[in-house]
Protein backbone atom coordinates (compact mmCIF):
# COMPACT_ATOMS: atom_id res chain seq x y z
CA UNK A 1 0.00 0.00 0.00
CA UNK A 2 1.22 3.36 -0.91
CA UNK A 3 1.46 5.97 1.51
CA UNK A 4 -0.32 8.41 -0.02
CA UNK A 5 -3.21 7.50 -2.84
CA UNK A 6 -4.86 9.47 -4.63
CA UNK A 7 -6.76 9.02 -7.90
CA UNK A 8 -4.69 9.63 -11.38
CA UNK A 9 -7.92 10.82 -13.46
CA UNK A 10 -8.12 12.39 -15.60
CA UNK A 11 -11.22 14.35 -14.46
CA UNK A 12 -12.80 16.71 -16.83
CA UNK A 13 -15.44 19.05 -15.90
CA UNK A 14 -17.07 22.17 -17.33
CA UNK A 15 -16.02 25.80 -16.57
CA UNK A 16 -17.86 26.69 -13.45
CA UNK A 17 -18.12 23.70 -12.01
CA UNK A 18 -17.11 22.74 -8.45
CA UNK A 19 -14.28 20.57 -8.09
CA UNK A 20 -13.22 17.96 -5.84
CA UNK A 21 -9.86 16.25 -5.43
CA UNK A 22 -9.30 13.78 -2.93
CA UNK A 23 -6.28 11.59 -1.41
CA UNK A 24 -6.22 9.00 1.48
CA UNK A 25 -3.10 8.46 3.37
CA UNK A 26 -2.02 5.78 5.84
CA UNK A 27 0.57 7.03 8.15
CA UNK A 28 -1.47 8.77 11.42
CA UNK A 29 2.00 10.61 12.16
CA UNK A 30 1.11 13.24 9.43
CA UNK A 31 0.79 16.88 10.68
CA UNK A 32 0.65 19.18 7.84
CA UNK A 33 -0.61 18.57 4.51
CA UNK A 34 0.50 20.44 0.94
CA UNK A 35 -1.08 21.04 -2.13
CA UNK A 36 0.48 21.15 -5.31
CA UNK A 37 -0.73 22.50 -8.79
CA UNK A 38 1.74 21.22 -11.17
CA UNK A 39 1.45 22.42 -15.15
CA UNK A 40 2.75 20.41 -18.00
CA UNK A 41 6.66 20.37 -17.51
CA UNK A 42 7.22 22.48 -15.28
CA UNK A 43 7.82 22.10 -11.56
CA UNK A 44 5.03 21.99 -8.98
CA UNK A 45 3.74 25.39 -7.19
CA UNK A 46 2.29 25.50 -3.92
CA UNK A 47 -1.55 26.18 -3.22
CA UNK A 48 -1.97 25.77 0.21
CA UNK A 49 -1.52 24.17 3.08
CA UNK A 50 -3.14 23.05 6.25
CA UNK A 51 -2.29 22.14 9.95
CA UNK A 52 -3.81 18.95 11.92
CA UNK A 53 -7.68 18.66 10.95
CA UNK A 54 -9.63 21.22 9.68
CA UNK A 55 -10.46 23.56 6.78
CA UNK A 56 -8.57 25.93 5.11
CA UNK A 57 -9.92 28.44 2.60
CA UNK A 58 -8.00 30.76 -0.05
CA UNK A 59 -9.81 32.64 -2.41
CA UNK A 60 -11.62 30.11 -4.83
CA UNK A 61 -9.74 26.99 -3.45
CA UNK A 62 -10.35 25.15 0.13
CA UNK A 63 -8.61 22.09 1.78
CA UNK A 64 -9.48 20.16 4.45
CA UNK A 65 -8.57 17.36 6.07
CA UNK A 66 -9.66 14.48 8.26
CA UNK A 67 -7.36 12.66 10.50
CA UNK A 68 -9.73 9.92 11.73
CA UNK A 69 -10.26 9.07 8.39
CA UNK A 70 -6.91 9.93 7.06
CA UNK A 71 -8.84 11.65 4.23
CA UNK A 72 -7.66 14.79 2.31
CA UNK A 73 -9.35 17.09 0.05
CA UNK A 74 -9.15 20.23 -2.16
CA UNK A 75 -11.95 22.03 -3.40
CA UNK A 76 -11.83 24.49 -6.44
CA UNK A 77 -14.79 26.71 -6.52
CA UNK A 78 -16.21 28.34 -9.79
CA UNK A 79 -13.57 26.13 -11.55
CA UNK A 80 -11.66 28.44 -15.03
CA UNK A 81 -9.93 26.64 -17.53
CA UNK A 82 -6.72 28.33 -16.29
CA UNK A 83 -7.04 25.83 -13.41
CA UNK A 84 -6.52 22.99 -15.64
CA UNK A 85 -3.25 20.93 -14.27
CA UNK A 86 -2.18 18.05 -12.02
CA UNK A 87 -2.80 18.66 -8.71
CA UNK A 88 -0.74 16.71 -5.84
CA UNK A 89 -1.88 16.27 -2.63
CA UNK A 90 1.56 15.78 -0.46
CA UNK A 91 1.46 15.33 3.77
CA UNK A 92 4.79 15.94 5.56
CA UNK A 93 6.69 13.35 6.79
CA UNK A 94 8.63 15.02 9.77
CA UNK A 95 10.30 18.51 9.25
CA UNK A 96 10.76 18.39 5.76
CA UNK A 97 9.89 15.01 3.68
CA UNK A 98 7.02 15.63 1.34
CA UNK A 99 5.46 12.76 0.59
CA UNK A 100 3.42 12.80 -2.91
CA UNK A 101 0.55 11.23 -4.16
CA UNK A 102 0.31 10.63 -7.60
CA UNK A 103 -1.69 13.55 -8.93
CA UNK A 104 -4.99 13.88 -10.36
CA UNK A 105 -4.82 15.60 -14.02
CA UNK A 106 -7.47 18.23 -14.30
CA UNK A 107 -9.05 19.69 -17.24
CA UNK A 108 -11.53 22.12 -16.97
CA UNK A 109 -13.52 22.68 -20.31
CA UNK A 110 -14.66 26.19 -21.28
CA UNK B 1 8.07 35.34 -3.51
CA UNK B 2 11.03 32.83 -3.55
CA UNK B 3 12.11 31.83 -6.38
CA UNK B 4 14.02 28.82 -6.98
CA UNK B 5 15.75 28.23 -10.65
CA UNK B 6 17.51 25.30 -12.59
CA UNK B 7 19.99 25.19 -15.26
CA UNK B 8 19.71 23.72 -17.79
CA UNK B 9 15.77 23.01 -18.53
CA UNK B 10 16.93 20.34 -20.48
CA UNK B 11 20.01 18.14 -21.65
CA UNK B 12 20.40 15.28 -23.96
CA UNK B 13 23.64 13.37 -23.25
CA UNK B 14 25.02 9.86 -24.47
CA UNK B 15 24.69 6.96 -22.80
CA UNK B 16 28.11 6.60 -20.64
CA UNK B 17 28.48 10.32 -20.22
CA UNK B 18 28.30 12.46 -17.40
CA UNK B 19 25.51 15.35 -16.59
CA UNK B 20 25.54 17.86 -13.84
CA UNK B 21 22.30 20.01 -13.32
CA UNK B 22 22.13 22.72 -10.75
CA UNK B 23 19.71 24.56 -8.36
CA UNK B 24 19.66 27.95 -7.13
CA UNK B 25 17.80 29.51 -4.25
CA UNK B 26 17.59 33.01 -6.07
CA UNK B 27 16.10 35.09 -3.26
CA UNK B 28 16.80 33.26 -0.13
CA UNK B 29 19.12 31.48 1.80
CA UNK B 30 18.42 27.75 1.62
CA UNK B 31 19.79 25.11 4.29
CA UNK B 32 18.23 22.65 2.80
CA UNK B 33 17.17 21.44 -0.93
CA UNK B 34 15.98 18.41 -2.00
CA UNK B 35 16.11 16.54 -5.30
CA UNK B 36 12.96 14.85 -6.95
CA UNK B 37 12.80 12.30 -9.89
CA UNK B 38 9.45 12.50 -12.07
CA UNK B 39 8.66 10.02 -14.72
CA UNK B 40 5.86 10.39 -16.98
CA UNK B 41 2.61 10.73 -15.22
CA UNK B 42 4.36 9.44 -12.40
CA UNK B 43 3.94 11.35 -9.10
CA UNK B 44 7.65 13.28 -7.22
CA UNK B 45 9.92 10.93 -5.71
CA UNK B 46 12.02 12.15 -3.32
CA UNK B 47 15.73 10.98 -4.26
CA UNK B 48 17.89 12.60 -1.52
CA UNK B 49 17.87 15.84 0.91
CA UNK B 50 21.12 18.10 0.94
CA UNK B 51 22.09 20.25 3.60
CA UNK B 52 24.50 23.05 3.46
CA UNK B 53 27.93 22.12 3.89
CA UNK B 54 27.81 18.37 4.44
CA UNK B 55 26.65 15.02 2.94
CA UNK B 56 23.42 14.74 1.38
CA UNK B 57 20.51 12.17 2.53
CA UNK B 58 19.78 9.18 0.34
CA UNK B 59 16.13 7.70 -0.33
CA UNK B 60 16.16 3.97 -0.03
CA UNK B 61 16.83 2.62 -3.54
CA UNK B 62 18.99 5.88 -4.79
CA UNK B 63 22.60 5.07 -5.59
CA UNK B 64 24.75 7.35 -4.24
CA UNK B 65 27.43 6.54 -6.48
CA UNK B 66 25.88 7.45 -9.11
CA UNK B 67 23.68 10.47 -8.37
CA UNK B 68 26.07 12.61 -6.62
CA UNK B 69 24.61 15.77 -4.91
CA UNK B 70 27.31 18.36 -3.31
CA UNK B 71 26.00 21.84 -1.73
CA UNK B 72 28.84 24.05 -1.22
CA UNK B 73 26.53 27.19 -0.47
CA UNK B 74 23.61 28.14 0.99
CA UNK B 75 21.94 29.31 -2.69
CA UNK B 76 23.30 26.61 -4.76
CA UNK B 77 22.85 22.88 -4.84
CA UNK B 78 24.08 20.25 -7.56
CA UNK B 79 23.07 17.23 -8.92
CA UNK B 80 25.44 15.03 -11.20
CA UNK B 81 23.89 11.67 -13.05
CA UNK B 82 27.46 10.05 -13.28
CA UNK B 83 27.56 7.15 -16.41
CA UNK B 84 24.17 7.96 -17.38
CA UNK B 85 22.13 5.26 -18.92
CA UNK B 86 18.45 5.77 -20.73
CA UNK B 87 16.56 4.41 -18.02
CA UNK B 88 17.93 7.77 -16.00
CA UNK B 89 16.05 10.34 -18.62
CA UNK B 90 13.28 11.15 -16.24
CA UNK B 91 12.59 14.92 -15.25
CA UNK B 92 14.57 16.07 -12.49
CA UNK B 93 13.06 18.52 -9.67
CA UNK B 94 15.05 20.67 -7.57
CA UNK B 95 13.42 22.13 -4.22
CA UNK B 96 14.42 24.36 -1.54
CA UNK B 97 13.13 25.28 1.99
CA UNK B 98 13.66 28.57 3.27
CA UNK B 99 14.13 28.12 7.08
CA UNK B 100 14.49 31.82 7.89
CA UNK B 101 10.40 32.42 7.30
CA UNK B 102 9.88 29.61 9.97
CA UNK B 103 7.37 27.70 7.25
CA UNK B 104 7.82 24.16 5.87
CA UNK B 105 6.79 25.33 2.19
CA UNK B 106 9.47 24.08 -0.29
CA UNK B 107 9.87 26.44 -3.26
CA UNK B 108 10.17 24.15 -6.47
CA UNK B 109 12.37 25.00 -9.11
CA UNK B 110 10.99 24.46 -13.03
CA UNK B 111 12.97 21.24 -13.54
CA UNK B 112 15.32 19.80 -16.09
CA UNK B 113 14.38 16.80 -18.78
CA UNK B 114 16.92 14.84 -19.30
CA UNK B 115 17.35 12.21 -22.11
CA UNK B 116 19.80 9.56 -22.62
CA UNK B 117 20.52 8.36 -26.31
Known amino acids: QKEVEQDPGPLSVPEGAIVSLNCTYS??????FMWYRQYSRKGPELLMY????GNKEDGRFTAQVDKSSKYISLFIRDSQPSDSATYLC??????????FGQGTRLTINP | GAVVSQHPSWVICKSGTSVKIECRSLDFQATTMFWYRQFPKQSLMLMAT?????????EQGVEKDKFLINHASLTLSTLTVTSAHPEDSSFYIC?????????????FGPGTRLTVT
Open chain 2, 95 to 107: SARDWTSGSYEQY
Open chain 1, 50 to 53: TYSS
Open chain 1, 27 to 32: NSAFQY
Open chain 1, 90 to 99: APLEGAQKLV
Open chain 2, 50 to 58: SNEGSKATY
